[in-house]
């Protein structure tokens, strides 16, 4: 049986539709998915040649696709891990600048700043109790104060007897709503950021074609995977 190079259909669309990116360059990453392109069609390749090998038992055939499937897994994992990271990070430093470019600048009085501290802490405690929706509403909404209340520290619950601690607010949101605020104060930081996200999506989408194709055509090799990994 022969298997399409899912990575040959994602480069088609982007070659065909381009890469939505504001500011950055397109081709280094159409460069990176065209090496992962040739990734996946020598492991194809090899399927191939093990399908057709006389020499091989069946038992012998899967366990040499199990094989190939877990070496193409772990170039995956080399090919997309720092990317991925260094995405991540370049995402926190332009999350961090953003912030502080957009957010409500703090007092330097200090009995003004201890009466913002104390209000932002009353905002956290009225606020624990609402539900993710009417968290997600209330940031929207407010104004620059409960904003810093809510990304200024987790939120920390108590259910049958275990402590949660999350965001009051999922950060794809805050960051959603922060962007929407820089398009005006620095777009510059909006547009870095926009990019960010579609280049993380694009390496993550490529990661998990080639992780389904393998589970797929070998599915002992995923499984063996997620147990090195454990």
């Known amino acids: 049986m022969r298997y399409q190079n899912p990575i040959s259909d994602l ?4 070659e065909r539709s381009g890469i939505r990116l504001r500011k950055a360059d397109p081709r280094e990453a159409l460069r990176d998915i065209v090496a992962l392109e040739s990734e996946v069609a020598g492991f194809l390749d090899k399927l191939g040649k093990i399908a057709e090998d006389p020499r091989l038992t069946g038992e012998g055939k899967a366990d040499a696709a199990r094989t190939a499937g877990r070496e193409l897994l772990d170039r995956v994992d080399k090919w997309a891990t720092p990317k ?9 430093a332009a999350r ?8 409500r600048q ?10 913002d501290a104390l209000l932002r ?8 109790g609402l539900a993710d929706d009417e968290l997600e509403r209330l940031f929207a909404n407010g104004d620059g104060l409960i904003r810093d209340a809510l990304l200024e520290r987790p939120r920390i619950s108590v259910r049958n007897g275990s402590v949660m601690v999350r965001p009051f607010v999922r950060p794809e949101v805050a960051d959603a709503l922060l962007i929407e605020d820089a398009e005006g104060k620095r777009p510059d930081l909006a547009d870095r950021l926009a990019d960010l996200a579609e280049l993380r999506d694009l390496y993550t989408g490529a990661a ?6 393998v ?12 147990t090195t990994l454990a």
């Open 11 to 14: 480069r088609s669309v982007y």
């Open 84 to 92: 991925l990271d260094g995405l991540k990070a370049n995402e926190t």
């Open 208 to 213: 998990g074609a080639v992780r389904r194709l």
């Open 96 to 103: 961090t600048e953003l912030h502080g470019a957009v957010s």
């Open 215 to 226: 589970a797929e055509v070998a599915p002992s090799a995923v499984e063996a995977s997620f």
């Open 106 to 115: 703090r007092s330097t009085d200090p009995a003004r700043a201890v009466e």
């Open 121 to 128: 802490s009353e905002i956290r405690r009225s606020a624990n």
